[in-house]
C-alpha cells in the first residue's frame, strides 16, 4: 500500500495545480494567454532543464548498454496500442474529425507533461530509462500523430522534413547533451548545477498550471454529458493500463521495462489534442472535455494502477 498511497499523495498535489490554474483563469486574475507563455517556458527551459539534469546525473556507460531495450520496448508497445487506439476511436465515434481526434489521444497519453512529473518524483532511479522509452512516442508523434491527426489535410504541416526538423526540439537537444556529460563524466560548476536543478524542479507545476488553463475554457456541463468522452478516457485510463498490467504479469521482463510500459499507458489523454487544432481554428471542445475529464479521473486511476504493480508484478 506503501506505493499506493505515495502515488495519491503525489496526484493530489497535481490535481491541486491543475484547480489552481483553472480557477485562476475562472476568477479573471489571469487570462488564458498566460498558456503560451507558460507552454514556451515548458518546452524551451524547465522540460530541457529536468531532462539535461536526470541524463548529466544517471546516464552512464553501463546504463548505456541497456538503453537499447528501453527504446526497443517502447516501439513495441506503440506497435501494440496504435492499432488499439484506432480500433478504440473508430467503436466511439462515425465523425471523421473526432476519429482523429480520439485516436490521437488514445495513441498519445499524457505521458510528457503528467509522466515526467509523476516518473520523476516517484520513480526518480527510473526516469531516464522512462524519458529513453518514451522517445519512440516523440517520433511518432511528430511523424504520424500531428501532420496526419491532429492537423489532418490542412497541409500546412509541412511533410516527412518538417516533422523530421521538428524532432530537433530543445528537449532533445537537452537530451543529447546530458547523455554526452554524463558519459564524459565532466563535473559542472556548482551555480550551473544548481540552475540545471533548479529550472527542472519548475517543470512539474508549471505543466499542471497550464493544463489547468487550458481546460479552463469548456462548457462542463457539455462535456460531463458527453459520452463519447467517457468511453474514450475509460480505455485511455482503464483499459489500456489493466491489457499492461495482464500482458506483464505473464511475460518475464525487466522491472524497468514494467514500469515504463505502465507509467506511459496510464496517464491522461494529452494536451496536444487541444493545443495543435486550436491553432488552426478547429473544434476543440470535445479534446477539451476529454483532457479535464481524464485528469479528474486520473487521480484515482494512477494510484489504483500503481496498486496492482506493487501486488502483482
Known sequence: MALFTTTLDRMAFLISLIAIGY?????????????TVLSRLENWLFLPALVLGTFLNQFTVARLSAAWQSFAAGCVVLLVTVPLAILGARLCTKDS????????????SNFGFMGNAVVSVLFPAFFADYLIFTL??????????????LIGGDGEHGGILQSLKNLLNPMMIGMLIGMLLGLSGITLPNFVTALVNDAGACMSPIAMLLTGITVAQIDLVKTV????????????????????????????????IELCTVC??????????????????????????????????????????????????
Open 23 to 35: 480557477l485562476l483563469v475562472k476568477i479573471k486574475v489571469i487570462h488564458t494567454s498566460a498558456a
Open 97 to 108: 474529425y473526432l476519429r482523429r481526434i480520439f485516436t490521437y489521444g488514445l495513441s498519445f
Open 136 to 149: 519512440p512516442f516523440w517520433i511518432l508523434i511528430q511523424l504520424w500523430g500531428v501532420p496526419a491527426l
Open 225 to 256: 454529458c458527453n459520452l463519447q468522452i467517457w468511453a474514450v478516457t475509460a480505455i485511455r485510463l482503464i483499459a489500456f493500463p489493466a491489457l499492461a498490467l495482464a500482458l506483464l504479469f505473464f511475460l518475464p521482463l525487466p522491472k524497468t
Open 264 to 313: 506511459a499507458l496510464a496517464m491522461p489523454l494529452g494536451l496536444n489534442t487541444v493545443v495543435v487544432p486550436s491553432a488552426y481554428g478547429r473544434d476543440t471542445t470535445a479534446a477539451a472535455g476529454m483532457a479535464l475529464i481524464s485528469h479528474i479521473a486520473s487521480c484515482l486511476t494512477i494510484p489504483c494502477v500503481f496498486l496492482f504493480l506493487e501486488k502483482f508484478l
